[in-house]
């Protein structure tokens, strides 16, 4: 945890330092020329506990000013989760034991870009900061189990498909784990919210055509604990450190 703490810090650090050491001062309309008044990327990447993607939209607001809206969905893993086998069953397939639920965040969000140089028309990398926040909501699939079932009449087993239950169900007789689609019929969802603080990095020759970068973290804190892992306290928010890569386009209405 320490270790995470002073990545944070140092990530932060980095973002923040060009917003406070900047001397460009801002151009307006006239002085740069807005030619795309519209912004549509994705964008998909990795955190410090999982992955995700999504779409983002922005509206031009200066030259140097955006506001935008956006859509997630990302994976959230437990920093305990290890995957295992039952060592007895030499075709038994892996699992992660003592896990309740997988958990899955979808956050929909508004905030805004803004840009603190501009990008030569012959390409370079243009330097942002983005700051958005809004609803959060996590989503938990329980997890099924194959489940040993020992036949003493004719010393044989039958495997059984069930949700894992650690007050029921112990290792030495969990098989592996259960279909990969199953649960998602009895998702529950988690509501809170989220902020998110970012740096992207965008590059490339043409301007109607975005390739970007973004580096940053992101907080999600939910009104109730959420069950992930048995035999750990359940969480009620993540901090997570993320890198996306964004592709998209600019364009205008007319």
Known sequence: MPKRIVFGAILLFAMLLPVFVSAQTEQTDADKGIIYMRERSYYIGLHSQGWGGGWRKSFFKTGFKKRILEIELVKMN???ETRTENPYFGNASSYIFGQLNSIYVARFGTGFYKILNDKPYWGGIQLSYVLSGGFSCALARPKYIYYIIPDASNMDYTLSLERYDPNVHTQDYIYGG??????FEKLKPYPGAYVKLGMMFEFGEYAEKTRAVEIGTTFDVYA???PMMAFNT????FLTFYVNFQFGKRYNLY
């Open 234 to 237: 359940y969480p009620r928010y």
């Open 78 to 80: 437990h920093p305990k």
């Open 224 to 226: 109730s604990e959420i």
């Open 178 to 183: 259960g279909p990969i689609l199953k649960g």
